[in-house]
């Protein structure tokens, strides 16, 4: 019995993790928000790239570049269940980097300034 468990929970945590990268309307890098998080948190891609960014929580977000170079705006939470239920995704955005670098950011709404939302960060590191 506990051998069927752990096979439908490792089933489960593959599927899961898995979402991101298959998120609708993906196309390059997948970044999912979540529960006050960034997934991944750190990415390295080349130049040329486009990343997207998916709110998949609860609660409406933002993705806004530390330096300004980008500012999604609200994306909306997903509705009537979204990616739990089959409701609705939630709001989407994508940035495509032409420039080598490195690229802190953070959610407008949720500031690292504020202790709660401190680690509520990303980095997207650009190379040739």
Do not use: E
Not at 38 to 61: D, E, L, M, Q, R
Not at 74 to 96: C, D, E, K, R
């Amino acid at each position: 019995m506990w051998r069927k468990r752990l096979v439908m929970g490792l089933g489960l945590a593959v599927l899961m993790s898995c979402k991101s990268s298959t998120s609708p309307g993906c196309s390059g890098t997948c970044v999912t928000i979540q529960d006050f998080s960034f997934s991944p948190s750190a990415v390295t891609i080349k130049v040329g790239t486009t990343v997207t960014w998916t709110n998949s929580g609860p609660a409406s977000h933002t993705t806004t570049s530390g330096s300004g170079v980008w500012d999604s705006g609200t994306l909306s939470a997903p509705s009537g269940g979204g990616g739990y239920g089959g409701g609705s995704a939630g709001g989407t955005f994508q940035f495509t980097f032409n420039t080598p670098g490195t690229y802190p950011y953070h959610c407008k709404i949720h500031p690292p300034s504020i202790a709660t939302y401190a680690g509520f960060t990303g980095t997207i590191t650009v190379t040739q």
